[in-house]
T-cell receptor
Framework: DAGVIQSPRHEVTEMGQEVTLRCKPISGHNSLFWYRQTMMRGLELLIYFNNNVPIDDSGMPEDRFSAKMPNASFSTLKIQPSEPRDSAVYFC?????????????FGQGTRLTVV | AQKITQTQPGMFVQEKEAVTLDCTYDTSDQSYGLFWYKQPSSGEMIFLIYQGSYDEQNATEGRYSLNFQKARKSANLVISASQLGDSAMYFCAMREGSTSYGKLTFGQGTILTVHP
């Protein structure tokens, strides 16, 4: 089992540029979550999908952020235009089912630096 | 209001001793689940232990146990016989029954340092 795969692992970009983060969930998992981790705000849930459908995007900070899940094996988180305050580690996680005891499996994260 | 509160930003423990990491939660749901995750310096998130709101026994997984006090809404993680490799950030998280599709809400985390 390859686990949740995120790419790239590290991204450095200039302010104003478009950034796309990618995630491949564990095969067969039907829920996918995007989290952002910063020192100040901890782990924040940005958006989550179930069966490829966005369920709750209330955590997306502003319109510059968008996420898609075109199929069960791929999701993207896009920031356009990027700003220095977007610098953070972005995690993708997936889970099987929606049971109370269903653990979420996390990817290794993408460390984004916007200069 | 914070759903998950971890009041200890940092904790220190001597190797081979036990340590308790605090977690309190806030929910009006009767059905919920509580999780602990470990994040070592390498950055990955590792699932440690789960406790369901209806579970009568405290959860245990090897050296990890969860001290679940439902009336006090606390779910403290106990690590017995600490090892140097236990040094990491620890997160408490909750899934509420009324929340669709299983989203997890995390606390701010506690940094644990194990001294030799």
């Amino acid at each position: 089992d390859a686990g949740v795969i995120q790419s790239p692992r590290h991204e450095v970009t200039e302010m104003g540029q478009e950034v796309t983060l990618r995630c491949k969930p564990i095969s067969g998992h039907n829920s996918l979550f995007w989290y952002r981790q910063t020192m100040m705000r901890g782990l924040e849930l940005l958006i989550y999908f179930n069966n490829n459908v966005p369920i709750d995007d209330s955590g997306m900070p502003e319109d510059r952020f968008s996420a898609k899940m075109p199929n069960a094996s791929f999701s993207t988180l896009k920031i356009q235009p990027s700003e220095p305050r977007d610098s953070a580690v972005y995690f993708c996680a997936s889970s099987l089912g929606i049971g109370m005891n269903t653990e979420a499996f996390f990817g290794q994260g993408t460390r984004l630096t916007v200069v | 209001a914070q759903k998950i509160t971890q009041t200890q930003p940092g904790m220190f423990v001597q190797e081979k001793e036990a340590v308790t990491l605090d977690c309190t939660y806030d929910t009006s749901d009767q059905s919920y689940g509580l999780f602990w995750y470990k994040q070592p310096s390498s950055g990955e998130m590792i699932f440690l232990i789960y406790q369901g709101s209806y579970d009568e026994q405290n959860a245990t997984e090897g050296r990890y146990s969860l001290n679940f006090q439902k009336a006090r809404k606390s779910a403290n993680l106990v690590i017995s016989a600490s090892q140097l490799g236990d040094s990491a950030m620890y997160f408490c998280a909750m899934r509420e029954g009324s929340t669709s599709y299983g989203k997890l809400t995390f606390g701010q985390g506690t940094i644990l340092t194990v001294h030799p």
